[in-house]
T-cell receptor, first 113, second 114 residues
Framework: ETGVTQSPTHLIKTRGQQVTLRCSSQ?????VSWYQQALGQGPQFIFQ???????GRGNFPPRFSGLQFPNYSSELNVNALELDDSALYLC????????????FGSGTQLSVL | AQSVTQLGSHVSVSEGALVLLRCNYS??????LFWYVQYPNQGLQLLLK??????LVKGINGFEAEFKKSETSFHLTKPSAHMSDAAEYFC????????????FGGGTRVLVKP
C-alpha cells in the first residue's frame, strides 16, 4: 500500500508566476484535501476534492484552484503568486469525505521571491 | 466558526518527565478533536482522535488526551518523555457535519533535554 506522495518537494518561483503542485492519494482513497502551512503556523484548509468535485473550500482567494483526476490524484494551482504564498503545501487523502482519518504527504515547500 | 488555541508555542521537558500540551477549542456543535505530530521535513501523523466515544483517548507512542466538554479542552499528555518525542504537535478540530475538514491550532514545539 503506497502512501501519499507529493511533487515536487521544493520549488522556487517569482512573484506573479503560476505554479502547479501534485499529489497522489493513498491507494483506496477517493478524497484529497490541501492545506497551506506558513512558517511557524498550523496548517490552514484550502479545499477538498471528493470524486473529482470540490467538496468545501477554506478562506482562500479564487487564484487558488484545484483538480482531482479519475484516479483520485490531485493538483493545486496557484496563479499570480504573491510573496505571502511562500509556505509548505500539504496534501492529505482519506478513504472518503466523512472519514476522519487523514493521511498526509510530506509536502511541497514553495518559496516565492 | 470553530477555532483552536494551543497554549505555549514551545515546551521544554527533561527526558523521563511528564509531557503536557494544552489545547482549547471553540465550536458551536459537537466536535471531533485530533492531535497530530510533525517531525522535521515530514507531513503530519495522527496521534489520536476523539469522535464522541470515550472521553479519555489513547493514541500511539504512549500519548493520551482527555476531552473535557465543560472546559472545552483536549490536552495531550505522556507520562515519560523520550528523546524521540521532540517534534511539533498540532491540535485540530472539525465539526462532525464537516467530516474531515480540519481547523488547526498554531502548534507547540517540544524540546526534550537529556
Amino acid at each position: 500500500e503506497t502512501g501519499v506522495t507529493q511533487s515536487p518537494t521544493h520549488l522556487i518561483k517569482t512573484r506573479g508566476q503560476q505554479v502547479t503542485l501534485r499529489c497522489s492519494s493513498q491507494s483506496g482513497h477517493n478524497t484529497v484535501s490541501w492545506y497551506q502551512q506558513a512558517l511557524g503556523q498550523g496548517p490552514q484548509f484550502i479545499f477538498q476534492y471528493y470524486r473529482e468535485e470540490e467538496n468545501g473550500r477554506g478562506n482562500f482567494p479564487p487564484r487558488f484552484s484545484g483538480l482531482q483526476f479519475p484516479n483520485y490524484s490531485s493538483e493545486l494551482n496557484v496563479n499570480a503568486l504573491e510573496l505571502d504564498d511562500s509556505a509548505l503545501y500539504l496534501c492529505a487523502s482519506s478513504r472518503d469525505r466523512s472519514n476522519e482519518k487523514l493521511f498526509f504527504g510530506s509536502g511541497t515547500q514553495l518559496s516565492v521571491l | 466558526a470553530q477555532s483552536v488555541t494551543q497554549l505555549g508555542s514551545h515546551v521544554s521537558v527533561s527526558e523521563g518527565a511528564l509531557v503536557l500540551l494544552r489545547c482549547n477549542y471553540s465550536s458551536s456543535v459537537p466536535p471531533y478533536l485530533f492531535w497530530y505530530v510533525q517531525y522535521p521535513n515530514q507531513g503530519l501523523q495522527l496521534l489520536l482522535k476523539y469522535t464522541s466515544a470515550a472521553t479519555l483517548v489513547k493514541g500511539i507512542n504512549g500519548f493520551e488526551a482527555e476531552f473535557k466538554k465543560s472546559e472545552t479542552s483536549f490536552h495531550l499528555t505522556k507520562p515519560s518523555a523520550h528523546m524521540s518525542d521532540a517534534a511539533e504537535y498540532f491540535c485540530a478540530v472539525s465539526e462532525q457535519a464537516a467530516g474531515n475538514k480540519l481547523t488547526f491550532g498554531g502548534g507547540t514545539r517540544v524540546l526534550v533535554k537529556p
